[in-house]
């Protein structure tokens, strides 16, 4: 979850629940089989493909540095049967993060979040995380351009926001698919207080295609 103040994206903030909160979990395969992904397919020439993300490369674009998601991602997968990703991790200029990066607790729970459940959707695809120097917006835009001009990459992924300004639109061109590029869907998280926060970007860019969260009830199913 992540905290605005007009105009500055800041650091990931966990909310303490009431106590009287009964916390509960879901597993990828109640997710994906409520939401119908496990039985998605596609018939090619060659027969029928599953649609698991298999040959695509799904971007995550993150601030700071997280020293462990390799092992953590490797544990959650472990946890949920999954198969381990084809999973790189550069910086905002697509180069190896050095081992003096620096990190942040929120943004590291952030990443694991994102990289865990991108996985856990796709769990074909490949997984490219690119880490942002900062969580200041032109980092974050830098990475967001090393991530749309990476061959393979077909989504680029944003879980953060900030509050809408008179010259948002100025950024709208880095979610745009550059030329020669396959097609790129840009997704960006629509805040987490509802209506309550006003609109966010980039999710309001009309470039952007913006989620939000929903309530999934279980059947015994």
């Known amino acids: 979850m992540?905290?605005?103040?007009?105009?500055?994206?800041?650091?990931?903030?966990?909310?303490?629940l009431d106590e009287r909160c009964l916390l509960s979990s879901l597993t990828p395969a109640q997710v994906t089989a409520a939401y119908g992904l496990n039985a998605i397919e596609f018939t090619t020439s060659s027969g029928t493909v599953k649609g698991d993300g298999s040959g695509e490369t799904i971007a995550l674009i993150e601030a700071y540095n997280d020293p462990?998601?390799?092992s953590d991602l490797h544990t959650f997968d472990?946890?949920?049967?999954?198969?381990?990703?084809?999973?790189?991790?550069v910086n905002q200029a697509g180069n190896a993060v050095s081992a003096t990066a620096?990190?942040?607790?929120?943004?590291?729970?952030e990443e694991s979040l994102d990289v865990e459940w991108a996985h856990a959707i796709a769990p074909g695809a490949n997984i490219l995380v690119v880490e942002a120097n900062s969580q200041n917006i032109q980092d974050l835009l830098t990475a967001v351009n090393t991530a749309r001009n990476t061959p393979g990459v077909v989504a680029v992924s944003m879980s953060w926001d900030f509050?809408?300004?008179?010259?948002?639109?100025?950024?709208?061109?880095?979610?745009?698919?550059?030329?020669?590029h396959q097609g790129i869907t840009f997704i960006a998280s629509s805040g987490d207080d509802g209506s309550l926060a006003g609109a966010s970007y980039p999710a309001a860019s009309p470039n952007v295609l913006s989620v939000g969260g929903t309530?999934?009830?279980?059947?015994s199913s």
């Open 215 to 219: 309530t999934l009830l279980l059947s």
């Open 78 to 89: 472990q946890a949920f049967n999954l198969p381990d990703p084809n999973l790189t991790v």
């Open 2 to 16: 992540k905290n605005r103040r007009r105009g500055l994206c800041l650091r990931p903030q966990i909310d303490l």
């Open 102 to 109: 620096p990190t942040n607790s929120g943004w590291t729970e």
């Open 163 to 180: 509050s809408e300004t008179p010259n948002e639109t100025s950024y709208d061109p880095y979610f745009t698919t550059p030329s020669g």
């Open 68 to 70: 462990t998601i390799t």
